[in-house]
């Protein structure tokens, strides 16, 4: 029998962060688990001095780079180190939404928590989130008891009154994204203009200041995101590209529809006849933001 467990671990200050995880990575390390820790680097910072020597057998990674864009969590943390842990138990401790997560990335926070259950309803793995309840909002404390089917509060485990099944959730938190701004520079895309289509990308990437890395990074997800669209949403589709500060934003719109929620957040094997595009993008980008209807599908993808 799989042994999945997924737990919320609410706390309100530092020593409330150590009594939950400082156990649970001990006893993960005791019973011969690997242990991930994926939290921002203050949370790092904290275990690292409380485990002493043990810190060495434990992987950190902060979360707020690891983890900025919220779909790349699964695909790019969670499985990327179950999958190379050897098939036996993991430990993980993640902490996708800290207190200035912004508003648009919080509702992709949100399906991120909720599909945890889906990914690793077939895996063995313990996953334990922190909710820093002084400084989130009554709100995201309420949406962990939707997506978390455990809830721990001063070392104490209880069912969740409240969870719900997960694509229910995702569906929830599938909102229509905010306008954008009416400046922005619009393009048609087809088969006949993608390789354009890419250089027109790039330029505006390069003219807005992004390294050539980043330049790269872009046009690699929006070749992903308009190739999607010729070949699976009607042969065309709309690009849309500014910039918000130093970030570049490019939104792809078509008539499709995403019907399964986990694409772009599940690899889809080394034999699957493709399913890797979303998750490439969810893997370059640094945010990117969903809305799928009946009425068609807007990818919005942000880098800088």
Same mark, same amino acid.
Request: proline letters at 7%.
């Given at each position: 029998?799989?042994?999945?467990?997924?737990?919320?671990?609410?706390?309100?200050?530092?020593?409330?962060?150590?009594?939950?995880?400082?156990?649970?990575?001990?006893?993960?390390?005791?019973?011969?688990?690997?242990?991930?820790?994926?939290?921002?680097?203050?949370?790092?910072?904290?275990?690292?001095?409380?485990?002493?020597?043990?810190?060495?057998?434990?992987?950190?990674?902060?979360?707020?780079?690891?983890?900025?864009?919220?779909?790349?969590?699964?695909?790019?943390?969670?499985?990327?180190?179950?999958?190379?842990?050897?098939?036996?138990?993991?430990?993980?401790?993640?902490?996708?939404?800290?207190?200035?997560?912004?508003?648009?990335?919080?509702?992709?926070?949100?399906?991120?928590?909720?599909?945890?259950?889906?990914?690793?309803?077939?895996?063995?793995?313990?996953?334990?989130?922190?909710?820093?309840?002084?400084?989130?909002?009554?709100?995201?404390?309420?949406?962990?008891?939707?997506?978390?089917?455990?809830?721990?509060?001063?070392?104490?485990?209880?069912?969740?009154?409240?969870?719900?099944?997960?694509?229910?959730?995702?569906?929830?938190?599938?909102?229509?994204?905010?306008?954008?701004?009416?400046?922005?520079?619009?393009?048609?895309?087809?088969?006949?203009?993608?390789?354009?289509?890419?250089?027109?990308?790039?330029?505006?990437?390069?003219?807005?200041?992004?390294?050539?890395?980043?330049?790269?990074?872009? $046009?690699?997800? %929006? +070749?992903? /995101?308009?190739?999607?669209?010729? !070949? *699976?949403?009607?042969?065309? &589709? @709309?690009?849309?590209?500014?910039?918000?500060?130093?970030?570049?934003?490019?939104?792809?719109?078509?008539?499709?529809?995403?019907?399964?929620?986990?694409?772009?957040?599940?690899?889809?094997?080394?034999?699957?006849?493709?399913?890797?595009? $979303?998750?490439? %993008? +969810?893997? /370059?980008?640094?945010?990117?933001? !969903? *809305?799928?209807?009946?009425? &068609? @599908?807007?990818?919005?993808?942000?880098?800088?």
């Amino acid at each position: 029998m799989v042994d999945f467990v997924h737990e919320a671990l609410l706390y309100r200050d530092d020593q409330q962060y150590l009594a939950g995880t400082v156990p649970f990575v001990r006893d993960g390390l005791a019973a011969g688990e690997p242990v991930l820790v994926a939290v921002p680097q203050r949370g790092i910072d904290l275990l690292r001095g409380a485990l002493g020597g043990q810190a060495a057998q434990v992987e950190f990674l902060d979360m707020r780079r690891a983890g900025r864009n919220p779909g790349r969590i699964i695909p790019g943390v969670l499985t990327a180190f179950t999958d190379n842990s050897g098939g036996g138990r993991v430990r993980i401790i993640g902490e996708p939404i800290w207190p200035d997560r912004s508003e648009l990335e919080y509702p992709a926070c949100v399906q991120h928590e909720a599909l945890i259950n889906t990914a690793f309803e077939d895996r063995p793995a313990w996953i334990l989130c922190p909710y820093d309840t002084a400084n989130l909002t009554p709100q995201a404390v309420r949406d962990a008891e939707t997506t978390h089917p455990i809830m721990v509060e001063e070392q104490r485990r209880r069912q969740s009154d409240n969870y719900r099944e997960p694509f229910l959730i995702a569906e929830e938190f599938n909102r229509p994204l905010p306008a954008p701004p009416p400046d922005v520079l619009t393009r048609r895309f087809d088969l006949d203009n993608l390789s354009a289509t890419r250089r027109l990308v790039a330029g505006f990437a390069a003219d807005a200041g992004l390294t050539a890395d980043q330049v790269e990074d872009l $046009v690699l997800a %929006v +070749n992903e /995101l308009t190739t999607n669209s010729v !070949v *699976h949403a009607g042969g065309f &589709g @709309t690009l849309l590209l500014w910039r918000e500060g130093d970030v570049v934003v490019c939104e792809v719109r078509d008539g499709g529809q995403l019907a399964n929620p986990m694409v772009g957040r599940r690899n889809p094997g080394a034999n699957a006849r493709g399913g890797y595009g $979303v998750m490439l %993008v +969810n893997l /370059l980008c640094d945010l990117v933001r !969903v *809305h799928t209807s009946e009425a &068609g @599908t807007t990818i919005r993808v942000y880098i800088g």
